[in-house]
């Protein structure tokens, strides 16, 4: 397999290195020969050799004139690389340490008991509007009213909360952190959908559950009060609607839909340019690897995971490969460009059929144009267009049991307009409007108008 | 001392290649650091005297959960004489009830051993655990010999299209650094986790591609990149998910270069590279025998949170592990929250020399920076400057992680820089929290640039034995006259 390409370039093109193609010549100029038996198997690996961005062809070009000890030397360097890579125990660190001299270690964590509010209220969502038809004033999502605890989502009968977790740990360009408090101050996720029919904010109970506490200096840590807080919010029937946060966040939010729901009873969505699906890293949650996490521990199978929007560097073909064989689907930003937004969504609606019955979309910004979103951690050029993504989360949202919707990476500060935070309003917004559509019995117009 | 450098040339490509391509023993830097002091903890609890009657109430009560009330414990969930009503108007029962919750809550906020994990584990699993600190082997680029790299097409200019600092030739190893007698090897260290807004990762990208920071400086009419051998020493590699992890490459990247006999200048990046930074010029010059100027709105004393170290925390990690004396650093610029008063008291008792905007406002900043400027030239034999750009006001520095308003000015932070570096032997320089992306100008990089230009000037001036205030004589004025009471030369 390693050859096929290689001879396959020189059979198209017998320019310059066409001394390297003949076979009579390859024996005779072969730099490998001469190398140990281990060592030319590590140069002869191609998936070896694409860890330091070679390639068979590459190598001979690198190699091209060395001595018989040079190539040697090269083989060893490389292979030096690959062993150091490695943790060795005593020689680094498998954990980082954390001060537990540190006073109010949980602190940020631990939420204030009813029994020592300064003010008596009765539980239940409470406006921050001072008249009766105020617009702006004390941001809050969707001008809702606002929770705090459990038992205000349980009085209120909430059926959707907004919380932030202002997470802020991209990989690419960080502000995440900012998003929660951007989105509240933003308009458009109030008011009547012209689209979908129906005014969201009139038909469902919605609160803003303020944000949730994350750790600033290590993705890790806080990420199971994150799980405990959201499966509480889930536990009494209300829709978590979480704005991170960069993507790690998808890993509690997907986790606790499992604790509340049960394993095998949950699948994904996810709208994203990149899958997220990294391996090796030295760090056990990081937002390149979210779906591979959930998937190792057993919080989603293959074919409960649906990837929407893939495109540019989000996943090397082996990463797709090793998806697919396990079950995912993934319906790229291409197929949206060739087959349309309504056959590709009409193609995620088929292949959440049989599945699990809940539904958790969780949608990074990233999978938007940045024409549409610049303010996106990890942007990517040629995205789906907000014309698209708003018919497609609302049908989702419509027609399936959505029971959690995340909002992940929205980085504000990258965008100094206000398009980002608005389109994120609008995607929030239409999977809202779904989720009224769905409650009323509405049916989803899919006929051209 | 481990080896500091890995594959190093080809001339030795056999044998170095058996050795490892990481940069040293990361367990030189402590994990976790020595327990902090208890004199060092501030915001300890305050003890609570009980009213007879609120104590006459409190009789029923388990001694060790009225102890936390006398102990001051509970001032974080309930303000003392709400507390003390409570307890005086609770029925017995319901007491109980009370203050078993203040004693849960506080139980449940507290670090306890076997319930709060006190460490991060990293997945030690993953094959490719160190690759993000994995040097290339220099054997997969053509052979070369030692020394920068001129990245120039023409005999006119030096940039030849490609961005590095100060226009100035690319070294990759130490073994580059020795061969060109390199005096200032400027680096990039783009760790990106200050606690306000982040993007210091683009701070030496942005400060590579704008210029300013190489060129003649009008005052003392010195082209440092002519006087001092200037190199761009590439960045150093960064894990973005722990600081624990970056500032122990980063120190040992520093003293890799410090041990060649160059100045490091380290652009960041936030300011927990301080630490790093200042740690490895004393693993180089000695602990003790480095003195620091710390430019900041903020003081970074900060201690005993969770985390060891944060862009808030450098210079107490820096005092805690012995690297600096006390009394050998010295902070300008200090305005922003904190510290407290109390904070301010460890410091003065500490010996540390700090000079806030409230000095500058009492006393002008020609006295402050006369003083700073006197203070740091004494005690120490080697001077390491921190430079974290909000000390200058935002609107000369707009992007940067946690601005602070009424800070300095550019024509007050230009002509400090280049005398720091000129009357003093410096170690090495930081200027960090860089965050460009907060800026939709060009200034922040320019000014940031010019500021180091300042500083190369200064050490220019050093070298070529110029005194302390040095200005050129034609640049600083006409001289058609004896306007200024100066004599006329031809």
Redesign the interface.
Same mark, same amino acid.
């Given at each position: 397999m390693a050859r096929t390409p290689l001879l396959a370039r020189c059979a198209a093109a017998a320019l310059a290195i066409a001394t390297l193609c003949g076979p009579a010549h390859a024996q005779a100029n072969d730099p490998l020969a001469t190398l140990s038996p281990e060592k030319k198997a590590f140069l002869s690996d191609p998936v070896m050799l694409t860890h /330091?961005g070679l390639t068979a062809e590459k190598l001979q070009v690198?190699l091209a004139g060395r001595s018989a *000890?040079?190539v040697?030397?090269?083989a060893?360097? #490389?292979m030096?690389?690959?062993e150091?890579?490695? /943790?060795k *125990?005593g020689?680094?660190?498998?954990?980082?340490?954390?001060?537990?001299?540190?006073?109010?270690?949980?602190?940020g964590t631990?939420v204030?008991?009813k #029994?020592?509010d300064?003010l008596k209220r009765d539980d239940g969502p409470f406006s921050l509007k001072r008249y009766q038809f105020q617009k702006g004033g004390i941001p809050t999502f969707a001008d809702a009213p606002v929770a705090i605890r459990k038992e205000d989502l349980v009085a209120g009968k909430v059926e959707v909360a907004f919380v932030g977790v202002p997470l802020?740990?991209s990989?690419g360009?960080?502000?995440a952190?900012?998003a929660p408090m951007a989105l509240r101050g933003m308009d458009g996720l109030v008011g009547a959908d012209a689209d979908g029919g129906i005014d969201p904010g009139l038909i469902l109970s919605i609160a803003d559950y303020g944000d949730l506490t994350p750790?600033?200096?290590?993705?890790?840590?806080g990420l199971d009060h994150i799980r405990a807080m959201i499966a509480e919010m889930a536990s009494v029937g209300t829709i978590p609607f979480i704005v991170g946060g960069d993507h790690t966040v998808m890993f509690p939010d997907v986790a606790a839909m499992v604790d509340t729901y049960g394993a095998g009873k949950v699948a994904l969505v996810q709208f994203d340019a990149h899958a997220d699906a990294d391996l090796?890293?030295?760090?056990?949650i990081?937002d390149t690897q979210t779906l591979t996490r959930l998937m190792e521990q057993n919080l989603l199978r293959g074919s409960d995971v649906t990837l929407v929007g893939l495109r540019g560097r989000g996943a090397d073909v082996a990463t797709q490969k090793r998806l697919t064989d396990s079950g995912v689907r993934i319906l790229s930003t291409a197929a949206v460009t060739e087959r349309g937004w309504q056959a590709v969504t009409n193609d995620i609606l088929s292949g959440l059929k049989g599945g699990p019955e809940n539904i958790f979309i969780s949608f990074d910004m990233s999978v938007l144009d940045p024409g549409d979103a610049p303010a996106s951690g990890r942007p990517v050029p040629g995205g789906i267009s907000m014309r698209e993504a708003i018919p497609m989360v609302r049908q989702l949202c419509a027609q399936t049991k959505v029971v959690g919707f995340d909002l992940l990476d929205a980085a504000p500060?990258?965008d100094?307009t206000y398009v980002s935070r608005m389109s994120a309003n609008y995607i929030l917004h239409a999977c809202l409007s779904g989720i009224a559509m769905r409650k009323t019995g509405m049916s989803v117009k899919t006929a051209k108008r | 001392m481990p080896s500091i450098n890995a594959i190093t040339g080809w001339s030795m490509a056999a044998a170095a290649a058996a050795t490892s391509v990481l940069a040293g023993d990361a367990f030189d830097t402590p994990n976790p650091p020595p327990p902090i002091p208890q004199e060092d903890i501030m915001g300890k609890p305050k003890p609570v005297e009980l009213p007879a009657d609120v104590a006459a109430k409190l009789t029923g009560i388990a001694p060790e959960k009225v102890a936390l009330i006398k102990e001051g414990q509970t001032g974080r969930y309930v303000e003392k004489d709400v507390l003390f009503d409570r307890i005086r108007t609770l029925p017995a029962a319901e007491l109980v009830t009370y203050i078993d919750a203040i004693a849960a809550l506080h139980e449940q906020v507290e670090y306890k051993e076997g319930r709060d994990a006190k460490t991060i584990p990293l997945d030690t699993r993953s094959a490719w655990f160190n690759a993000w600190k994995a040097k290339r082997p220099l054997v997969m680029d053509p052979k070369r010999d030692p020394g920068p790299m001129d990245l120039g097409r023409y005999i006119g200019g030096r940039r030849g299209g490609f961005a590095t600092f100060a226009g100035a030739p690319v070294a990759m190893t130490p073994e580059d650094l020795r061969a060109g007698k390199v005096d200032v090897a400027i680096v990039g260290a783009p760790l990106d986790m200050g606690s306000g807004w982040r993007n210091a990762i683009d701070g030496p990208r942005a400060m590579r591609m704008t210029g300013g920071a190489g060129g003649n400086d009008m005052y003392s009419m010195i082209n440092p990149s002519s006087v001092l051998e200037i190199v761009d020493y590439g960045d150093i590699a960064i894990d973005q998910n722990s600081t624990e992890r970056s500032v122990a490459h980063v120190r040992e990247m520093v003293r890799e270069i410090a041990q060649t006999g160059a100045i490091p200048i380290v652009i960041g990046g936030d300011h927990s590279l301080e630490y790093p930074n200042v740690a490895a010029a004393a693993d180089v010059h000695g602990k003790g025998n480095v003195g620091v100027v710390h430019f900041d709105s903020h003081y970074d004393v900060g201690r005993n949170g969770v985390h060891w170290i944060t862009h808030g925390s450098p210079v107490y990690r820096v005092l805690h592990e012995g690297h600096v004396r006390p009394q050998d650093y010295v902070q300008v610029g200090l305005r922003a929250r904190g510290p407290d008063l109390e904070t301010f008291g460890w410091m003065r008792n500490k010996g540390m020399k700090y000079h806030t905007m409230v000095e500058v406002e009492k006393w002008g900043w020609e006295k402050v920076m006369e003083r700073a400027l006197k203070e740091a030239r004494t005690n120490t034999k080697k001077l390491w400057i921190s430079f974290d750009v909000d000390v200058l006001d935002p609107a000369f520095m707009p992007g940067t992680g946690t601005p602070v308003p009424g800070g300095l000015t550019m024509r007050e932070a230009q002509p400090i820089m280049r005398r720091l570096c000129a009357e003093n032997d410096i170690a090495g320089i930081d200027i960090v929290e860089v965050a460009p992306y907060l800026d939709t100008s060009y200034k922040t990089a320019l000014n940031s640039n010019y500021l180091l230009n300042a500083c190369l000037a200064g050490i220019a001036m050093r070298k070529k034995g110029l005194p302390p205030g040095y200005f050129n004589p034609v640049s600083v004025e006409h001289g058609q006259d004896a306007y200024y009471g100066t004599k006329k030369k031809s």
């Open positions: /330091f690198a *000890a040079d040697d030397a090269y060893t360097a #490389l030096a690389v690959v150091d890579s490695k /943790f *125990a020689r680094d660190p498998s954990e980082i340490a954390l001060n537990p001299q540190a006073r109010g270690w949980n602190a631990t204030r008991p #029994l020592f300064k802020d740990f990989s360009w960080r502000d952190k900012h750790d600033y200096m290590a993705p890790d840590r090796n890293d030295a760090h056990m990081s500060i990258l100094p | -």
